[in-house]
């Protein structure tokens, strides 16, 4: 392969993630676009956070009401491309992030706890005590949590 295709083929590549990239945020953004256009509601609140491993994360966009956090809507993507897709989650609806949701793997856990972090108005460590509690499902029990 001479110097000219290779130089095209790393231009190909390069444009390709940053118009997938770009696509993702767009993606991205619409979803929560979506979630606030249809849970405008007094006392509720928009948040997101994410939960990363070695090859996968996640992401969580919830709206919560902010006084309990009880959980009015969500939506998860879990994945280690850009072909990863938003999930309505019905089942949490009801729920309080507070307690443990069903079907979180620890990158989830991780991503809701990031997310409760980001509740405007209220100071607490929720990061440090889900990553923790990840730690310690993985036999890590030298983790310190933040108290």
């Known amino acids: 392969m001479s110097n000219t295709q290779s130089f095209l083929v790393i231009v190909a590549a390069v444009l390709l993630t ?3 990239g770009l696509a993702q945020h767009k993606y991205y953004t619409r979803t929560v676009r979506r979630l606030a256009r249809e849970h405008d509601e007094p006392g509720c609140v928009l948040v997101s956070g994410r939960g990363k491993s070695r ?3 996640a992401i969580v966009v919830l709206v919560l009401r902010k006084h309990d956090e009880q959980i009015r809507a969500a ?3 879990e994945g280690a491309s850009v072909l990863a897709r938003f999930k309505d989650r ?3 609806v009801g729920l309080s992030t507070r307690n443990p949701l069903p079907g979180c793997s620890p990158r989830l856990e991780a991503a809701v706890a990031d997310a409760r972090s980001r509740v405007p108005g209220l100071h607490r460590s929720v990061q440090g005590q889900a990553m923790r509690s990840v730690a310690l499902k993985r036999g ?3 983790v310190k949590a933040d108290h």
Do not use: E, K, Y
Request: net charge neutral; no cysteine.
């Open 18 to 20: 940053a118009t997938s």
């Open 55 to 57: 090859f996968r994360g």
């Open 75 to 77: 939506a998860v993507m």
């Open 90 to 92: 019905p089942d949490w």
């Open 140 to 142: 890590d029990r030298n």
